[in-house]
């Protein structure tokens, strides 16, 4: 892996940065950032099911805007079984199916996947596994390529939801992924080649357009308004230790995307930038 260069006092992040001078040059491109989508409705089951699937590229917050995916290099399902402690690796390729997802404003090619019962049979944690395809950002003349997670829970049991998978980069979580009450605060660290990133360069989004996967789109209606573009793609940086916290303001997904995470990647003659996502999801506390 190439040596990483001093760290420097953050400055806008170059993605947003691109599209704020496309939007005061006169473009039409949304202030948003690139989100690997990996959205099942539940996170927390209180029995086994069969999980419906979206993988989709997107803006998640603002318009919902997709991107066209390429077939996935991998697509798979980690499981620890509860008291079993049994770890198991299972491939789900053969349950994608191409399809085309509409945003509000656009529509891209994308996945879908119903994986069946059988997948999730047990009590325990299963860590879905994605790594797409490089996707070529013209704007930027580089491709993006997003190793993204999400964390599922069957019937309350804790299993390796906060082991490493042993991915090139990945963002492994330091509180339960799928156990956050809103208005509370959620920890991770950020990996590439097993180690901890200082100071990694961090995107946060909320999905604010709900995934419809049986009308194969996101729901026109946004959830939330922003103030103003500054609050759609929140950018933080990790701590020394490559450590992240966010809070949970609102019940729903919640985006993590550790940026750039090996500089020295190519792809087709062009940078490439591998990232790392993780999906975590807020409930409201009700009576």
């Not at 980069?169 to 956050?180: M, S």
């Not at 357009?209 to 500054?230: C, G, L, M």
Request: one cysteine or more; aromatic letters at 10%; a negative charge.
């Amino acid at each position: 892996m190439k040596n990483r260069a001093p760290w420097h006092a953050p400055g806008p992040n170059r993605r947003i940065a691109v599209l704020a001078a496309l939007l005061w040059l006169g473009g039409a491109a949304p202030a948003a950032a690139h989100f690997q989508l990996l959205y099942t409705p539940e996170a927390a089951l209180p029995q086994s099911q069969a999980l419906p699937l979206a993988l989709v590229f997107s803006h998640p917050f603002n318009n919902g805007y997709t991107m066209s995916m390429g077939e996935p290099e991998a697509f798979y399902v980690v499981s620890q079984r509860g008291a079993e402690a049994v770890r198991e690796t299972t491939d789900l390729m053969e349950y994608l199916e191409p399809v085309m997802w509409s945003g509000v404003d656009t529509s891209a090619e994308a996945f879908v996947a119903n994986p069946p019962r059988r997948v999730t049979r047990s009590l325990g944690d299963y860590t879905f596994v994605l790594t797409p395809a490089p996707y070529y950002e013209e704007q930027e003349d580089k491709y993006i390529q997003q190793i993204t997670k999400t964390v599922v829970n069957v019937g309350g049991l804790p299993g390796a939801w906060d082991e490493p998978l042993g991915l090139p980069v990945e963002i492994v979580p330091l509180d339960k992924p799928y156990a956050n009450w809103v208005g509370g605060v959620f920890r991770a660290v950020v990996l590439a080649g097993g180690e901890p990133v200082p100071h990694a360069e961090i995107e946060i989004e909320y999905l604010n357009h709900e995934p419809q996967i049986d009308q194969r789109r996101f729901d026109p209606e946004a959830r939330v308004t922003p103030p103003q573009s500054s609050f759609i793609t929140l950018s933080i940086r990790a701590n020394a230790l490559g450590e992240v916290t966010i809070g949970l303001p609102k019940a729903g997904w919640w985006g993590i995307c550790a940026l750039d995470l090996d500089d020295g990647l190519m792809h087709n003659d062009r940078d490439l930038s591998l990232d790392a996502v993780l999906w975590v999801k807020a409930a409201d506390m009700t009576r």
